[in-house]
């Protein structure tokens, strides 16, 4: 008769104990989608809190703006998301308030609002970073052999370039066998990333945007088939900030895009629709016929000086191997680039990951736009020299094959914009670089 009142007192301990406990930041905070009138910002914290974000023009102090309490929940990850209401072309700081107290920080927490510059000036230079394939150990879990992943400090190194933002280019989670087959393991491996110690001064330092690929997505060469794909598609919303998420905004994939100044970025879904490689016969797509026409409606209509499209895979490059378009979809890679170049779209450029290495692609064609395809990876996986691969739209001097991060910036004056890629080791160290004119 002793044992159910001991069991009480041991429940009621937990419960003060819990209630007790003062809660955390473990990742973030992290600004997401800047827009004129909004930016999003992203946080997590390791218990169910109450969570503010105070808000001030950098040249203003006097008046402050307070958000609406988030919540955190298990249920959520105990991740808390803000739409704060801006206004354009300021720079905010900020501090978080959770269960009623400031969180101290160490550096000064800022995000911007988008420049209204049309019809008021040239569009400002502005410069962001890409990459792909980032890689985090966890020895039980891991495959036994040599760890995959490594060089974690190319973070700071990202972070301390401070792009206005960073664009995560897929593979930015590596799900494990023990993940694949429930939402909590999808989530775990989500937690063991964005919790990552060397990962959080680039979280807190600039904007962040992110496609999915396979390992973020579900399990290797993953495709429609995988029947947690909803699952994963939750996950991948409660840990970043896009604008918005499938061209319905529901249960429709990742698709978004969403503008920094004169530029336009098109972040694709190549996983939620995608037919197995396998097939045979099937319609044997990657984007899917809605998000494919959706595409090239919006290249269309953009008026974008450069028109990036974000997506998992190589498009241009002819290889037909791994995962390539050109390996495993090679009708719709045809007709996506013929339709681009017979419809006269001006300044389309590819962003991608996937393959492990690096390297910048061009598909010339005198009597239609140049196409170009720049691929950047790994940061922190296992990279691969893939020079004996026959690309023929490789440009000469541009592949890398160990970790590396990119930057791009983007200047000049109106209808004369120069677009400067730079690619850097995992030191910081230029490898190449690169310069296109606006057609």
Not at 99 to 114: A, M
Not at 202 to 209: A, F, P
Not at 260 to 272: P, Q, T
Not at 303 to 326: H, L, M, R
């Amino acid at each position: 008769m002793k044992r159910p009142l001991l069991i009480l007192i041991s429940l009621l301990s937990i419960q003060f104990a819990v209630l007790g406990q003062t809660a955390r930041i473990v990742s973030g905070p992290m600004p997401g989608h800047s827009a004129m009138r909004t930016v999003k910002i992203w946080l997590q914290t390791d218990i169910a809190s109450d969570v503010q974000i105070q808000y001030w023009d950098e040249n203003n102090t006097s008046e402050v703006w307070t958000s609406d309490i988030v919540s955190t929940t298990k249920e959520d990850a105990f991740t808390a998301h803000f739409d704060l209401d801006t206004e354009p072309s300021k720079t905010y700081n900020y501090s978080v308030i959770l269960d009623n107290k400031v969180v101290e920080n160490k550096e000064t927490l800022q995000f911007k609002s988008q420049t209204l510059w049309q019809y008021r000036m040239d569009p400002p230079t502005f410069t962001f970073g890409l990459g792909s394939c980032a890689y985090i150990n966890e020895a039980a879990y891991d495959r036994p052999s040599r760890p995959y992943g490594g060089d974690y400090g190319i973070f700071d190194v990202i972070a301390n370039e401070r792009p206005e933002f960073f664009l995560w280019m897929g593979d930015n989670v590596y799900l494990r066998e023990p993940d694949y087959d429930s939402r909590i393991g999808i989530i775990k491996r989500y937690n063991h990333v964005k919790q990552l110690p060397e990962l959080q001064k680039l979280w807190r330092s600039t904007h962040h945007y992110a496609i999915w690929d396979d390992h973020d997505f579900g399990p290797n060469d993953s495709d429609r088939s995988y029947l947690l794909k909803n699952d994963a598609l939750d996950a991948f919303k409660l840990f970043w900030a896009n604008p918005s998420y499938g061209l319905t905004g529901d249960k429709d994939g990742i698709c978004s895009n969403f503008k920094w100044n004169d530029c336009e970025f098109f972040l694709l879904d190549n996983r939620y629709f995608r037919s197995p490689n396998r097939r045979k016969y099937t319609d044997h797509t990657i984007l899917g016929k809605e998000q494919l026409e959706w595409l090239l409606d919006a290249l269309s209509y953009s008026k974008a000086s450069f028109k990036f499209v974000v997506i998992g895979g190589q498009v241009v490059n002819d290889a037909a191997v791994w995962e390539n378009y050109a390996n495993t979809h090679a009708k719709e890679r045809t007709y996506l680039l013929e339709s681009i170049q017979k419809e006269g779209i001006k300044n389309v450029i590819f962003l991608d990951g996937d393959r492990h290495h690096t390297e910048l692609s061009m598909l010339s064609d005198d009597k239609a736009p140049v196409i170009y395809d720049l691929t950047v990876s790994p940061l922190t996986s296992g990279a691969h020299d893939a020079l004996d691969e026959p690309n023929s739209y490789r440009v000469k001097g541009t592949h890398v094959a160990e970790r590396n991060y990119g930057l791009i910036e983007v200047s000049g004056k109106r209808t004369q914009r120069v677009l400067k890629i730079i690619i850097k080791d995992k030191e910081g160290s230029i490898l190449w670089e690169q310069t296109i004119n606006q057609q």
